[in-house]
């Protein structure tokens, strides 16, 4: 109650936020007369004056009533558009690093503009992050206009860009794009040879637009880059067939948490059929040496418990393409990983591509972490606050609209079942089309959306259907679903970027029609005479009530709810909104209250009743905020097990730019090489020891092995009074002299160049190697819950030891491969190359299917292979385990060459 009070006397603290920053906006409209009066090049000229100052020691901040000044009256010149003053609200908030709250249809995009030409104006790029290549592209040719007219250069990041593209994109001030293309770019560049391939710049700042979207939903799913590995179609066609046998007892499902396991007569009933089918000779179904046919099959059981199609995925041209959850648009390309993909492929009867191999990995948390200012702007983040601020550091400012909202949300309908609550929706909106009243319905899934279309068929109402199976024609169906009487089911309203106009889209409609009109006097004629058919069409939606927007049930997150009902009611427009839902709806299936079905029996429901009430509200409110908190659950575990990934991809990363950076790494490669001499000499001669104690033998094998040298250390260990570190200095002479007796035998160049190559290629297949580790003891450390100890500091504890091991074994291979590596004087070819590139898929995979837990992020730059026989360990980097290789075929260093173009014409040298 006290607070409440203090709130009405003081404001609460967003008021005075906002409040604060009502000074500066008077000092940016004083200025407004002044430079309206300038000409175009004056205007243009003050960026150069801008730059001047802040190279003088001013900072951002002093010159941002200027800026912003600036880009406002760019904006009336190209654009037609004054920002209106909430909006100079809403690009100070997102200069200081926050997220901006403002409610749909306020001009978000038309916000950005201005903090991002005072950003851009220190010459280190500025990234606008959207939720998709079309709103990317838009938005850089639309307010790309501000930009070019003030002098800045614009880049745009779309997929199917060549490396050059990219590199030319970033270098703009001004860089549009996607967050999984930006994400994915950098995931790319560190698997790049030479700096100078690399194609983005520094992080500097970034505006990440439907902010919720990208940093909440989508944190869930992280970024990952993976090669084809060996083939195993068969298999999966084999374990595909078995399933569809499996009762509902054999096996435990748990929709909440997505996750499903075989029971005990499951795993029998699967290790029958397995024997029966072949494919199981000897042991039972869990035993080490049948592994493999136990993750088929639980990839197999998951592929057709959890994932139903035209809901997570959809089948065209024979291919499984996975649908964004969040966006309910189609991800081309983007493949599950873990061999799921490959187990839907088979369910469905398609042709199954081959598998992958992570190569490189990332969260988003950790990916937007990285720019060293973050902001983001979004209709509706407030419910999320605590999660940006603790996960993200970023506070949540609401701006408050240009003009009130005056659209009226109606409390939920609530049906017993599906089709009483369908019935009811086609009745309300045969009341709007009869009225011209435009309508737009929000499903949750395709599946939905064709059902609901199926029935307005039926019912001769006329509509347009918005999904990932039409997403092609996504601007245009939603530019004109404000006309009167238009009926629009969308699949998804998230990141659309495109605003429902009441009487339709100006612009769209230009394009349209008028597009072909070469005369000018003729196409003026014709926007006029569009112009004047908008109006009347708005003045008669107005009359019907503004749009109606029904959902047909509630998500699992009220913010999407909140983006849908947002598409009614912009800038003052009158507006409706209204939920239907059924008990069968999912939401109210698996996380609503019990006691809800009981209230609604207990009321005694007629068929086709619906019951209205302020609780049922309260009811779904609180299911919703259980769905957030375990998807919160989800994405703070996930960071957590990445945070310990990340420390070590942050150590690679830049080490491998230092060796690209490095002309000359021969003094890194050195110092490897004493460090593997003083740990094999340690570990067969440990100190304070006898000498009857030493291992001189395996000292001798591991040095001709590592080496490539023949040293009689067994005849020094005689000589007497010698110690450990002189036979360590001896071995170090000579291993220094041979490599010196290489560096003059085929010339400094050609040394550095194998060095810097070699280093590269064997630090990029020890660090894959390394994630693949941590991968496996990943998926397995919960099970240390049951010991009483904690999973999280278990894994970070062996984390770190294996990657002390790697370090070790990355010193090991790189002094083993150039000790043995033998090239042909005067071809350069013979000199270890960047691997060629390699067919690779961009994912996305939720950790919530994936088992114990998502994958450890990996990284690589080596091609996949074939895997060597069973038994057989193949060392990319030693020579000596590769066996006989026939000279036609691919060199087991990974090059990607020939055999006899690569290693083969080492060998041959040798001989």
Request: net charge negative.
């Amino acid at each position: 109650m006290l607070g409440a009070l203090a709130r009405k006397f003081f404001g609460t603290a967003n008021d005075r936020v906002v409040k604060s920053l009502h000074k500066t906006v008077l000092q940016i409209n004083a200025l407004e007369e002044e430079f309206a009066a300038l000409g175009d090049d004056d205007l243009r000229g003050r960026t150069d004056l801008f730059r001047e100052r802040l190279e003088k020691g001013e900072s951002l901040d002093e010159i941002l009533p200027e800026a912003f000044a600036t880009v406002r009256e760019a904006a009336k010149r190209v654009l037609g558009m004054r920002p209106f003053d909430v909006q100079l609200v809403g690009g100070m908030v997102l200069h200081q690093g926050k997220i901006s709250e403002m409610k749909t249809g306020e001009g978000k995009t038309l916000v950005a503009t201005l903090p991002v030409y005072l950003n851009a104006l220190g010459g280190k790029g500025v990234h606008v992050v959207t939720v998709n290549d079309y709103l990317a592209s838009r938005d850089s040719e639309w307010m790309g206009q501000i930009y070019r007219f003030l002098g800045l250069k614009v880049g745009c990041i779309v997929h199917g860009l060549t490396d050059p593209e990219r590199k030319e994109a970033y270098a703009a001030d001004v860089t549009y794009g996607t967050n999984n293309e930006f994400g994915f770019d950098y995931l790319r560049d560190n698997m790049k040879f030479r700096l100078e391939d690399m194609v983005q710049r520094p992080f500097n700042y970034a505006i990440v637009d439907e902010v919720d979207s990208i940093l909440i939903d989508e944190a869930r799913t992280p970024l990952i880059i993976s090669g084809p590995a060996q083939d195993s179609s068969e298999l999966y066609i084999k374990v595909d067939r078995l399933i569809p046998s499996l009762a509902p007892d054999d096996y435990e499902m748990d929709e909440k948490a997505r996750t499903v396991i075989l029971s005990e007569s499951g795993q029998e009933k699967v290790e029958i059929m397995l024997r029966e089918a072949g494919m199981l000779d000897e042991g039972g179904l869990y035993d080490v040496g049948n592994v493999n046919l136990v993750h088929h099959a639980n990839q197999a059981l998951r592929a057709h418990k959890l994932f139903q199609r035209d809901r997570d995925y959809i089948v065209k041209d024979d291919k499984v393409i996975i649908i964004d959850e969040f966006t309910g648009r189609m991800m081309e390309g983007r493949r599950y990983s873990e061999g799921l993909h490959q187990a839907i492929e088979a369910k469905e009867k398609a042709k199954i591509q081959r598998e992958n191999q992570t190569l490189a990995s990332i969260t988003f948390q950790n990916y937007f972490r990285m720019y060293p200012k973050l902001a983001g702007m979004t209709g509706t983040a407030m419910t999320e606050a605590s999660e940006f601020g603790e996960i993200y550091g970023l506070e949540v400012v609401e701006i408050p609209t240009n003009v009130e909202v005056t659209r009226v949300d109606d409390d939920d309908e609530v049906y017993r079942t599906g089709p009483e609550k369908n019935a009811a929706i086609i009745e309300l909106i045969k009341d709007c089309s009869a009225r011209r009243q435009p309508v737009l319905v929000g499903t949750v899934s395709i599946e939905k959306s064709e059902t609901l279309a199926a029935a307005l068929k039926a019912a001769k109402i006329k509509h347009n259907v918005l999904n990932a199976r039409f997403h092609e024609q996504e601007a245009h169906i939603i530019a004109q679903a404000g006309q009167p009487g238009a009926v629009t089911i969308a699949t998804n309203m998230a990141g659309r970027g495109t605003d429902i106009k009441l009487g339709g889209n100006l612009e769209m409609r230009v394009a349209d029609e008028a597009a072909g009109i070469e005369d000018e006097a003729a196409r003026a004629a014709k926007v006029a005479e569009i112009e004047k058919d908008i109006e009347e069409a708005r003045q008669i939606v107005l009359e019907a009530g503004g749009l109606y927007v029904v959902g047909t049930e509630r998500h699992e997150s009220r913010r999407i709810d909140n983006q849908l009902r947002g598409r009614s009611g912009r800038q003052g427009d009158p507006g409706h909104s209204k939920f239907f839902l059924s008990l069968e709806d999912d939401l109210m299936r698996i996380f609503a209250s019990d006691r809800l079905d009981g209230m609604l029996k207990r009321l005694g429901l007629q068929e086709g009743e619906a019951i209205i009430h302020p609780w049922i509200n309260k009811a779904l409110e609180k299911a919703q905020q259980k769905v957030e908190a375990r998807n919160f659950d989800i994405r703070k575990n996930l960071l957590k097990f990445d945070n310990v990934m990340n420390d070590q991809r942050k150590v690679i990363y830049d080490q491998r730019k230092e060796i690209m950076a490095t002309a000359d790494v021969a003094q890194m490669v050195e110092e490897m090489r004493h460090d593997i001499i003083a740990d094999m000499v340690s570990a067969a001669i440990p100190s304070n020891s006898y000498s009857e104690q030493w291992d001189l033998a395996g000292l001798r094998e591991q040095v001709a092995t590592t080496l490539n040298l023949d040293l009689p250390v067994d005849e020094w260990a005689k000589e007497e009074g010698i110690a450990e570190a002189e036979i360590e200095e001896r071995v170090r002479a000579a291993s220094d002299e041979k490599m010196k007796a290489k560096e003059e035998q085929y010339g400094a160049d050609i040394m550095r160049m194998a060095e810097k190559s070699l280093l590269l290629q064997v630090l990029d297949q020890t660090w894959k190697d390394h994630l693949l580790t941590l991968d496996h003891l990943r998926q397995g450390i919960s099970l240390r819950a049951y010991a009483q100890r904690d999973p999280l500091r278990e894994y970070q504890a062996e984390a770190f030891e294996l990657f002390q091991a790697m370090l070790g074994q990355l010193r090991e291979s790189v002094t083993r491969v150039l000790s043995h590596v033998e090239m042909r004087v005067g071809r350069p070819d013979a000199v270890p190359q960047q691997p060629p590139p390699q067919e690779m898929h961009e994912t996305r995979q939720d950790p919530a299917l994936a088992g114990a837990g998502e994958p450890a992020a990996a990284a690589g730059g080596q091609p996949a292979r074939a895997a060597p026989p069973l038994g057989v360990r193949i060392d990319p980097g030693d020579p000596a385990s590769w066996g006989k290789v026939a000279r036609n075929a691919p060199c087991p260093c990974g090059s990607g060459k020939k055999y006899k173009h690569c290693h083969g014409v080492v060998a041959a040298a040798g001989a």
